[in-house]
């Protein structure tokens, strides 16, 4: 197998496993959110889903989507951090804006606003969180 042939197949796995990951990551957000939506407020609620996501998510990618990651972990979890907050800031300020600016009802807010952030976490996470 070439180098090219490797590194097409390791970029699948890895965008593969980051959409898997993602998407476990998001439903478990999601949750927490419905959990506790009615019990205080929406932006506090996506601040629950967010931080018990976090873990789901750093874990799955560092054992799945960047396994072959060539930072430690702690400078992975010290970045990845970084980077969800950093995600978490895009989903929820485009999260009150759609519901607050636009009246969007809260579940496709947040489902647009999960997206928007998903797409940059990916970014900051495959160069520079867990860069190989």
Avoid at 14 to 40: D, K, P, T, Y
Wanted: glycine share 6%; proline share 2%.
């Amino acid at each position: 197998m070439t180098e090219v042939s490797r590194l097409k197949i390791s970029a699948w796995l890895a965008g593969f496993w980051f959409g898997s990951v993602g998407l476990m990551a998001a439903l478990v957000h999601l949750f927490v959110f419905e959990g506790l939506r009615h019990l205080i407020r929406p932006e506090l609620a996506n601040l629950g889903g967010f931080m018990v996501a976090f873990g789901v998510s750093f874990i799955g990618h560092r054992r799945l989507s960047f396994k072959d990651a060539q930072t430690s972990v702690q400078q992975s979890l010290i970045r990845f951090l970084v980077t969800a907050i950093a995600g978490f800031v895009t989903n929820e300020l485009c999260f009150m804006v759609l519901l607050h600016k636009l009246d969007w009802a809260a579940w496709p807010a947040l489902i647009a606003a999960l997206v928007l952030a998903a797409c940059q976490t990916f970014v900051l996470s495959r160069w520079w969180a867990f860069r190989r």
